[in-house]
């Protein structure tokens, strides 16, 4: 199977020459990159949320496969879903799904459906993968898209994708796909941003979950980034650093009604 790209032309530049000039005008210079376990991305155009995620990826050094856990935006097809076979295209090319790894993590979880249903139109993974084929022309990845909330749900898929890490020894980093508080003032989401914020850099899954529950944040990967969080935890992380936070309307303008981004590499 090859997943053709749906949103390139309109989250990232449409052809390879463009898209390769987009990736260097948003990357940085300098600056040194080591090993990560896990980073928080988002996933807008790259207009918007672009030199985030290029932050991000900049100081992380590149791995031999990816684990991408993002958000059903629509709501099609599982409500907990990977992919465990095939290839997804952008304009820089082909990447393969690690299937080894794939396979290991839907051996080992209790809620997570072979569907390619929920990955068909869903952007949050794909506006990932020019970044990673960039770095690392070499690296596979697996595809994870979640629609269910439900903290046992999250908690299952980051055991299970732990637990398959450790076992098939692959040097792997994983990705929680999200945008922060979307359209609400600058204001308001800098104060519920802040909350989310807090739990994820205590490495705190339960407490994220909570407090975008409570709260009500739209933050539409929560659900992903606990999942990643559980991952993360179970894998002997110890510290998170936020790395960039901003919104849409450092672009438009418009701070009466954002969307906003942060990004955060987890070690």
Not at 208 to 232: D, K, N, P, W, Y
Request: with cysteine; glycine share 8%; charged share 20%.
């Amino acid at each position: 199977m090859v997943r053709r790209p749906v949103v390139a032309g309109s989250f990232y530049a449409g052809t390879r020459e463009r898209l390769q000039r987009q990736l260097g005008e948003l990357s940085p210079t300098g600056g040194a990159r080591s090993e990560a376990l896990a980073a928080i991305v988002p996933h807008a155009g790259y207009v918007y949320s672009g030199q985030v995620a290029a932050r991000v990826y900049a100081r992380i050094a590149p791995p031999d496969t990816w684990v991408i856990c993002g958000p059903n935006h629509s709501g099609a097809g599982a409500r907990a879903s990977i992919l465990t076979s095939g290839e997804w295209e952008t304009p820089l090319g082909r990447m393969a799904i690690d299937d080894d790894l794939g396979r290991a993590i839907l051996a080992r979880s209790s809620v997570l459906q072979e569907d390619p249903v929920a990955h068909a139109r869903e952007h949050a993974i794909e506006v990932q993968l020019p970044f990673m084929q960039r770095d690392a022309p070499r690296s596979r990845f697996v595809p994870i898209a979640l629609f269910s909330h439900e903290y046992a749900v999250c908690r299952d898929v980051g055991l299970a994708a732990a637990a398959a890490i450790q076992e098939t020894g692959r040097r792997v980093v994983l990705v929680a796909s999200t945008d922060m508080s979307h359209y609400v003032s600058r204001a308001v989401a800098t104060a519920r941003d802040r909350q989310a914020l807090d739990a994820i850099l205590a490495l705190d899954p339960e407490g994220l979950h909570r407090v975008v529950s409570r709260e009500g944040i739209s933050m539409c990967g929560f659900h992903a980034t606990t999942a990643v969080l559980v991952a993360a935890n179970a894998l002997g992380a110890t510290t998170a650093e936020l790395v960039a936070y901003t919104d849409s309307g450092a672009v438009t303008g418009d701070t009466a009604e954002v969307v906003a981004y942060a990004g955060i590499t987890i070690r």
